[in-house]
């Protein structure tokens, strides 16, 4: 850890390197207690840089390194310093060869960044400034270089030895220790080098790309996970045809590897031809995972390959530009995602999610732009803006050019910078040149910080037959960015008539039809449309498909949203109206309940419920996601002062209210849904699991015992892991101590020697909205199978507590805040990456009443006190706390 104060880096100082690394040949020596790491850089003066006369000295970096030997040209060099976080020498020529022995410890490395021991294995994560902890370097995304890499270990302990790129050769060493060399014959930055070596066994399959070459697929896991890595590789195929297909992007090594570890930050990395992902991204069996992991596992495969392209071909010229390949590699895989399952159910997924988490950070002080101006870690800056906002940016480009000129615009990009180190400027540069557009207002959503509020106005002239909807935006002040200049907002959306038909439409005073649904574009900061030939008043249905991230509002009565609810042909409008509805009425009983006063049921939000759950004929996971209440994180989201006991007081009475006034319709549909019996894992099947999963949880609330029995039946007879879990969840959030104690008991026994089955044994318990869950997560903290050195563990017990749990989290005493804090500090000297993301919690204190914000303030100020912090918590503290 560093001692002087972090320092802060800058968009605008950014500046070409001085040298270039046209060849990188990296030997690596890995022993029990140490390795070597030898390297031999070809390096070049930058000539297209200007200079001062003098030749620049060189500036490696890095960190946590014991340096052996260096020798310029082939001889021993004694000239040059080192410090914490670099090592300078003076070149006298504009070209050299370099060549570094370091030493490092992976098996001491708890912080899972560089080099380090997951199990018995070594494995890498060199994104973002990783590579550093292995070797001297220019790690930077701008210096790419062609890499050979050999890798040398006990044949024993590491029969399998991996790099990326095509491996060249291999052999023996005397002592029982081997070789194998890789190439890589693409140029890359050294956030994308990787290496692995371990005792992995290998599920292997090949695919047949658009011209016909033939790729050798391989996923490499530990032995006891041979059996579940077949879903991982059917993703993997799907993902390379679709990429094809879609993208027109065909893969291009001979062999593409996936290696699954226990020990990783986050989900997965695409490193050239050897991805490294966490096994929870990988293993996906009927036993073992729920159908949202079966998802996320086609999810994460797909988004890592789709990498090799955005992001590997054509990488980020600079941190800042992160979103060039991550919001674009997201966009990318939630449309395979959409292809592959139902559209509107991933839609509906994403906005959610969206909403209750991405919102609330544009909302907090660590908002930043979807490219940001600066940072402290980078590691802080993998946020959901710059991944999910940054989708939601590239998502709006393609609804402005269509399906045909947005691939227009990506081809473009990938021929003109394939190779390349670029920027989101790029990209856009690309967008525009092929399509003819201009999108320099556009661009403001990758410099504006803050979530963007449209308010939607509409007026109806019977004796001009015209309608009128005036849009107004307004972007609230973020930290550093006060004031905002109007957005372009793509607003996809029709009017319907009484029948809940959709309505010509045109634009008065323009000849041209527009068809039934139009794209308006909303660019000033008050605009009017008006439509022409309106014989009735009709209603909107704005934003369909949530086409651009705004918070929109519109004066709907709650009868409109009934109406939109079952008419609106947009079936995620449907969804929209209904989760409206629902926001609604939770916000109006969160009042009443505040004021002391009895609650009451809307009958016609039950109503909307007892519509859906009788239409057969719509999508089971469409039915699911209508009847699910909004969450209580998006509920604070909304508030302007969120008092978590209301929400979540009234938000339960609202569910046990719903599922006494519907106990028979939602029985019934239960009911139906058993016949299905087998398991399959396509998506029907999922989308029927889906829905009576969901109908368990409001069975659940009616204090029926039969319902009780049911649930501990499925929770025994359950063939797959989703009915299993759905079983447990219930139990473990119900009253009755008996069932949920037993049901507990007997999956840890049946689980406990798999990994992410027990992570998910935490996580329910830690979310359990029951009494006395802060003491229940601490006793969890002993069981032996918890380890804060696992971040798996870490998320599914501390994460599931402080995110989801908010009622026990946010206990009055601040008993809760306390014990987090306690576990980042704690946490910070193993992991900083892990630890600064679990102070998102603490950091949203403003949303707050005063007494839980003083609470939560005191922690944060606790932790900032602590000696020795990372800059990865310093940074969020100290910014939460601005
Ligand atoms: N690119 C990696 C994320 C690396 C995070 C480094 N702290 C995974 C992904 O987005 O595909
Ligand atoms: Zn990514």
């Not at 710059?386 to 990506?410: D, I, N, S």
């Not at 009234?650 to 009911?671: H, I, P, T, V």
Request: glycine share 4%; aromatic share 10%; with cysteine.
């Amino acid at each position: 850890m560093r001692t002087e104060q972090p320092k802060t880096i800058y968009l605008k100082d950014y500046q070409q390197p001085d040298y270039w690394i046209d060849e990188t040949q990296l030997t690596f020596e890995l022993f029990e207690d140490h390795a070597l790491v030898h390297s031999r850089l070809s390096i070049r003066l930058n000539d297209a840089k200007p200079q001062a006369q003098a030749q620049p000295p060189l500036v490696l970096d890095g960190q946590l390194l014991e340096l052996v030997s260096v020798e310029l040209d082939d001889q021993p060099l004694s000239n040059y310093q080192v410090d914490d976080d670099s090592l300078t020498l003076q070149p006298q020529t504009a070209s050299f060869a370099l060549a570094i022995t370091t030493r490092i410890e992976p098996q001491n490395n708890t912080a899972l960044e560089g080099l380090y021991k997951s199990g018995g294995m070594f494995c890498t994560q060199c994104e973002a400034e990783g590579f550093r902890k292995i070797t001297y370097y220019l790690d930077r995304p701008d210096v790419m270089s062609r890499f050979t890499t050999t890798v040398v270990a006990d044949r024993g302990s590491y029969p399998v030895l991996l790099s990326n790129g095509n491996p060249i050769a291999s052999g023996e060493h005397d002592g029982g220790r081997h070789w194998i060399s890789w190439e890589d014959p693409f140029p890359k930055p050294a956030y994308l080098f990787a290496l692995v070596a371990g005792d992995l066994c290998l599920l292997q399959d090949s695919f047949t790309t658009m011209t016909g070459r033939e790729i050798d697929l391989r996923i490499y896991v530990e032995p006891e996970n041979r059996e579940q890595c077949d879903h991982a590789m059917d993703s993997l195929k799907r993902s390379m045809r679709w990429d094809e297909e879609v993208y027109g992007r065909e893969y291009d090594l001979d062999i593409f590897m996936i290696v699954a570890v226990n020990d990783f930050n986050m989900g997965a990395m695409e490193n050239k031809g050897l991805n490294i992902f966490n096994s929870s991204c990988v293993l996906a069996q009927q036993d073992t995972a729920t159908d949202m992991a079966f998802q996320r596992v086609e999810a994460v495969v797909a988004h890592e390959y789709f990498h090799n392209w955005s992001g590997n071909r054509v990488t980020c010229r600079d941190w800042f530009q992160l979103s060039l390949k991550e919001g674009f590699t997201v966009f990318r895989d939630s449309e395979f995602s959409a292809d592959m399952n139902s559209r509107t159910v991933k839609r509906i997924e994403d906005v959610t999610f969206l909403r209750a988490n991405q919102f609330a950070e544009d909302a907090g002080p660590m908002a930043h732009p979807v490219r940001p101006d600066s940072f402290i870690e980078i590691s802080n800056f993998y946020t959901l803006t710059v991944y999910e906002k940054g989708a939601e940016v590239v998502r709006m480009l393609h609804t402005l050019l269509g399906a045909e000129g947005f691939r227009k615009g990506t081809d473009l990009y990938f021929e003109r910078h394939d190779g390349q180190a670029v920027t989101c400027d790029d990209f856009i540069k690309a967008l525009e040149d092929a399509n003819g557009a201009d999108f320099s207002q556009f661009k403001r959503w990758y410099s504006q910080a803050g979530t963007p509020r449209l308010d939607v106005a509409s007026h109806y002239d019977a004796a001009r037959r015209e309608y009128r909807l005036s849009f107004r935006q307004h972007c609230p002040a973020t930290p550093g960015q006060s004031e905002k200049r109007p957005q372009v907002i793509p607003v996809r959306m029709a009017l319907l008539d009484s029948a809940g038909q959709e309505l010509p439409l045109q634009m008065a005073g323009e000849q041209q039809s527009l068809g039934n649904e139009t794209v308006l574009s909303v660019t000033e900061a008050e605009q009017e449309f008006v439509f022409a030939n309106i014989d009735q008043e009709p209603l909107p249905s704005l934003l369909r498909g949530f086409s651009a991230p705004v918070k929109l509002s519109y004066p709907y009565s709650r009868d409109d949203r009934v109406f939109l609810a079952k008419h609106d042909p947009d079936g995620f409008n449907r969804w929209e109206a209904a989760q409206g509805l629902a926001v609604d009425v939770l916000q109006g009983l969160v009042e009443i309940h505040r004021a002391g006063r009895p609650l009451h049921l809307d009958q016609r939000l039950a109503d909307i419920y007892r519509t859906v759950l009788a239409d057969t004929a719509l999508d089971a996971a469409m039915v699911a996601e209508i009847i699910r209440l909004p969450s209580e994180a998006y509920l604070v989201e909304l508030a302007d002062t969120a008092h978590v006991d209301a929400i979540h007081f009234a938000r339960e009475w609202l569910r046990a209210e719903l599922a006494r006034s519907l106990k028979s319709e939602l029985q019934q549909r239960f009911d139906s849904l058993q016949v299905s019996a087998h398991y399959s894992a396509d998506a029907d099947a999922m989308a029927m699991r889906s829905l009576k999963n969901t109908l368990l949880g409001y069975l659940m609330l009616t204090d029926d015992q039969a319902v009780v029995q049911q649930c501990v039946r499925q929770f025994v007879e359950a063939d797959n892991m989703t009915d299993r879990q759905a079983a447990l969840v219930a139990l473990v959030n119900s009253p009755f101590e008996q069932p949920r104690q037993a049901a507990l008991e007997h999956f840890a026994e049946r689980w406990a020697a798999y990994p992410l089955v027990m992570d998910q044994w935490f996580s329910i318990q830690a979310g359990s909205t029951q009494p006395g869950g802060l003491e229940r997560v601490e006793a969890l903290m002993q069981h032996p199978l918890f380890t804060l050195r696992n971040p798996n563990k870490v998320r599914a017990l501390i994460g599931a507590f402080a995110n989801q749990n908010l009622v026990n989290f946010h206990r009055a005493d601040g008993a809760g805040y306390r014990f987090l804090a306690d576990r980042i500090i704690e946490l910070d000297r193993l992991n900083p990456q892990i630890a600064a993301r679990l102070v998102t919690p603490l950091s949203r204190w403003r949303k707050f009443a005063s007494d839980r914000q003083q609470l939560m303030q005191q922690e944060l100020a606790r932790i900032l006190a602590t000696e020795k912090l990372s800059p990865d918590v310093y940074e969020v503290v100290s910014k939460s706390l601005a």
